[in-house]
């Protein structure tokens, strides 16, 4: 696992050189948090994302799996959400970051040869999980649901 900063072009290419699959996580990852226009999701979220691409295919990588979000579907009326749905962003989030990063994921994977998979999270449970957070909250609620009831 590498932690490190996505705008670096150096810096992704360095870590991913003689890496033959790249699980790329990294990201500006709450949707309340990032408001319209920043700076800071595109730069992070896209560009970040072009770089991790562009390091893969100048390094000769197989394989790069990006986690994408859920948030590309917007607000759906008919449940369950589904990947066969087209992207509907509603947020600033699913908008300027979401999609456009599975977008050029898609393109990139096109033009370098390289294959690709893009994993579109809804909600993740595990330990760690704050019960507080308004995002990952919604395992624990359900189970607290369930036992009261």
């Given at each position: ?5 996505l705008r670096?072009?150096?810096r992704v290419?360095?870590?991913v050189?003689?890496?033959?699959v790249?699980?790329?996580l ?8 990032v408001?319209a226009g920043s ?7 896209v ?7 562009l390091?893969?295919?100048d390094?000769?990588?197989?394989r790069v799996?990006f986690?994408?979000s859920?948030?590309v579907?917007?607000g ?7 990947e066969?749905m ?14 456009p990063s ?5 393109s990139?994977a096109s ?7 893009v ?9 760690r ?13 359900f189970?607290?649901a369930v036992?009261?009831?």
């Amino acid at each position: 696992m590498v932690e490190g900063e996505l705008r670096s072009y150096e810096r992704v290419h360095n870590a991913v050189r003689g890496i033959d699959v790249v699980y790329h996580l990294g990201a500006l990852g709450s949707v309340a948090a990032v408001g319209a226009g920043s700076a800071d999701l595109d730069a992070v979220n896209v560009e970040g994302t072009l770089n991790v691409l562009l390091a893969a295919r100048d390094s000769g990588v197989r394989r790069v799996v990006f986690a994408s979000s859920s948030s590309v579907y917007g607000g759906r009326a008919s449940l369950p959400v589904t990947e066969e749905m087209p992207p509907d962003p509603i947020s600033p989030y699913g908008l300027a970051s979401s999609r456009p990063s599975a977008t050029a994921s898609r393109s990139r994977a096109s033009t370098t040869g390289s294959k690709r998979s893009v994993l579109r999270y809804f909600n993740v449970f595990g330990p760690r999980q704050s019960p507080y957070s308004q995002y990952a909250a919604m395992v624990p609620l359900f189970l607290t649901a369930v036992m009261l009831g």
